[in-house]
């Protein structure tokens, strides 16, 4: 059913009509019920390797001796995870999730990027009021602005050049 659904996700299809699923990977549909409540509860369990690998970015964000570099790569690995997987970028632009996995998943990010926000404060790298959630919305922004047009591929260092600068104290 995975496998499947992420092979209308790759034609485009990011309607993930749960019948046609069903239909393509030769289960009922029923049987697709039992394993995911609904399109939400699909595209969470889509994304979860596309998560726990933004989690480890965002330790490695953490840790960077050099906050304002681990800010930049965390930004920068956010955007190019939900470029890669749309799946992930559907997941984080929903504030609510379905699944306790992806609630588990989703704290865990934002307690590592919460880490990386408070060490970028104290540099004095970003303003005093951003929070992980300013943070996972602006990534949203920025990936479908790249998604809309990006022609000579320039738009995810010129966007995040933009927003580095919007973040500053």
Known sequence: MLAAARA???AGDMEL????IAKD?????????????GRQ???????????RELIAEAAAAADNPDIADGLRNLLRAALRRQLADPAL???LSTPECQCDETLALSRELGALTMRVLDRARKAGVIRADIVPDDVRRLTCGLQHAIRSGDEDGTAIDRYLDVLLRGLRS
């Not at 990977?25 to 409540?37: D, E, P, Q, S």
């Not at 509860?41 to 998560?51: F, G, M, N, T, V």
């Open 41 to 51: 509860a699909l595209l969470e369990s889509l994304a979860a390797d596309s998560y």
């Open 17 to 20: 009509p749960l019948n046609a």
């Open 25 to 37: 990977a030769g289960v009922g549909v029923g049987t697709v019920y039992r394993h995911f409540a």
């Open 89 to 91: 970028a559907a997941v």
């Open 8 to 10: 209308r996700l790759a």
